[in-house]
């Protein structure tokens, strides 16, 4: 089946710390991956993608994300969080057919003083 | 430039009502997704636009939803005998071409009654 799996629903985390989203997806899905955030009360933006290239890739607000092919990861990271921060975070990927994008779960990041 | 804009914001409608809600894409964006997002959860794939035509509505859940394109830019999404299950977000959002990344609305909050 195609799936898109979030490992952690809850991040609890002080400001300024280091954290990293995990988020794996199956080999039955595209590897067009991306990350978004969802606000409370707003809709879904988009952090970053990988479509191609460079393993890594940077987005905005400081997140960056690394392709794992081998390992079927895409995890999200930021060196330094913020109380802003604080949001929902969805992984996706394109199904093989390239016409919807599949969701995880999504991970609560919550940041505290 | 203007982003994807949804209408009605919130819909509270009886069960076994009509309700129509309205998607505006980004201009020029010739793919349109359909999502719906229940609480706590990633949101799930509706249907999917390539210009006019649906070219992917298998994520309808079932014949009381229908979608429809007519020029190629907004879109409705129409439910009949609205259900209490059907309460939910629905979200819209665009693409430039396929396997792009998609842009999304705020949503439509529709709560069955």
């Known amino acids: 089946a195609q799936s898109v799996t979030q490992l952690d629903s809850q991040v609890p985390v002080f400001e300024e710390a280091p954290v990293e989203l995990r988020c794996n997806y199956s080999?039955?899905?595209?590897?067009?991956l991306f990350w978004y955030v969802q606000y409370p009360n707003q809709g879904l933006q988009l952090l970053l993608k990988?479509?191609?290239?460079?393993?890594l890739v940077k987005g905005i607000n400081g997140f960056e994300a690394e392709f794992n092919k081998s390992q079927t990861s895409f995890h999200l990271r930021k060196p330094s969080v913020h109380i802003s921060d604080t949001a929902e975070y969805f992984c996706a990927a394109y199904n093989q057919a390239g016409t919807a994008l599949i969701f995880g779960k999504g991970t609560t990041l919550s940041v505290s003083s | 430039g203007a982003g994807v804009s949804q209408t009605p914001s919130n819909k509270v409608t009886e069960k076994g009502k009509y309700v129509e809600l309205r998607c505006d894409p980004i201009?020029?964006?010739?793919?349109l997704y359909w999502y719906r997002q229940s609480l706590g959860q990633g949101p799930e794939f509706l249907i999917y636009?390539?210009?006019?035509?649906?070219?992917?509505d298998s994520g309808l859940p079932n014949d009381r939803f229908f979608a429809v394109r007519p020029e190629g830019s907004v879109s409705t999404l129409k439910i009949q005998r609205t259900e209490r299950g059907d309460s939910a977000v629905y979200l819209c959002?665009?693409?430039?071409?396929?396997?792009?990344?998609?842009?999304f609305g705020p949503g439509t909050r529709l709560t069955v009654t």
């Open positions: 636009f390539q210009g006019t035509g649906a070219a992917d």
């Open positions: 959002a665009s693409s430039l071409t396929v396997r792009a990344e998609q842009y």
């Open positions: 990988y479509l191609s290239g460079s393993t």
């Open positions: 080999s039955s899905v595209s590897v067009y």
């Open positions: 201009s020029g964006h010739t793919a």
